[in-house]
Protein backbone atom coordinates (compact mmCIF):
# COMPACT_ATOMS: atom_id res chain seq x y z
CA UNK A 1 0.00 0.00 0.00
CA UNK A 2 2.66 2.33 0.77
CA UNK A 3 4.10 1.69 -2.81
CA UNK A 4 1.01 3.71 -4.03
CA UNK A 5 1.22 6.45 -1.62
CA UNK A 6 2.80 9.57 -3.93
CA UNK A 7 5.34 11.87 -1.41
CA UNK A 8 2.45 14.48 -2.20
CA UNK A 9 -0.23 11.74 -0.56
CA UNK A 10 2.14 11.84 2.81
CA UNK A 11 2.34 15.61 2.82
CA UNK A 12 -1.59 15.57 2.92
CA UNK A 13 -2.17 13.41 5.24
CA UNK A 14 0.89 14.92 7.62
CA UNK A 15 -1.53 18.28 6.96
CA UNK A 16 -4.71 16.39 7.93
CA UNK A 17 -3.40 14.61 11.04
CA UNK A 18 -1.52 17.96 12.11
CA UNK A 19 -4.40 19.88 12.44
CA UNK A 20 -7.22 17.46 13.62
CA UNK A 21 -8.88 18.73 16.31
CA UNK A 22 -11.29 16.42 17.99
CA UNK A 23 -13.58 18.82 18.98
CA UNK A 24 -14.44 19.50 15.18
CA UNK A 25 -15.72 15.91 14.77
CA UNK A 26 -16.41 14.25 18.21
CA UNK A 27 -20.21 15.26 17.99
CA UNK A 28 -20.75 13.51 14.76
CA UNK A 29 -18.12 10.57 15.51
CA UNK A 30 -17.68 10.34 19.30
CA UNK A 31 -15.49 7.61 19.17
CA UNK A 32 -12.61 10.05 17.45
CA UNK A 33 -12.63 12.08 20.28
CA UNK A 34 -11.44 9.34 22.83
CA UNK A 35 -8.79 9.37 24.05
CA UNK A 36 -7.44 5.34 22.29
CA UNK A 37 -8.36 7.62 19.02
CA UNK A 38 -6.10 10.47 20.11
CA UNK A 39 -3.24 8.05 20.55
CA UNK A 40 -3.83 6.41 17.44
CA UNK A 41 -3.46 9.99 15.54
CA UNK A 42 -0.28 10.65 16.93
CA UNK A 43 1.02 7.58 16.25
CA UNK A 44 0.33 7.99 13.09
CA UNK A 45 1.60 11.21 12.85
CA UNK A 46 4.75 10.11 13.91
CA UNK A 47 5.16 7.81 11.49
CA UNK A 48 4.21 9.97 8.67
CA UNK A 49 6.79 12.33 9.83
CA UNK A 50 9.32 9.96 9.96
CA UNK A 51 8.52 8.85 6.45
CA UNK A 52 8.73 12.44 5.11
CA UNK A 53 12.16 13.11 6.83
CA UNK A 54 13.74 9.78 5.78
CA UNK A 55 13.00 11.04 2.52
CA UNK A 56 14.08 14.57 3.01
CA UNK A 57 11.06 16.13 2.36
CA UNK A 58 10.15 17.44 5.85
CA UNK A 59 12.96 18.80 7.69
CA UNK A 60 11.82 20.76 11.34
CA UNK A 61 15.12 21.07 13.18
CA UNK A 62 13.25 23.49 15.63
CA UNK A 63 11.03 20.94 16.77
CA UNK A 64 11.34 18.85 20.00
CA UNK A 65 9.35 15.76 18.99
CA UNK A 66 9.82 14.45 22.49
CA UNK A 67 7.29 16.76 23.28
CA UNK A 68 4.70 15.29 21.48
CA UNK A 69 4.97 11.69 23.18
CA UNK A 70 2.37 11.97 25.55
CA UNK A 71 -1.30 12.85 24.86
CA UNK A 72 -2.92 14.23 27.76
Known sequence: MLKELT???LKVIFDVLNVY???DIQHVYPEMGER???DEV???WHK???LLQ???IANFPMYNFNLDNNTE
Open 42 to 44: RIA
Open 36 to 38: EFL
Open 7 to 9: KED
Open 21 to 23: DPN
Open 54 to 56: EDG
Open 48 to 50: VLA
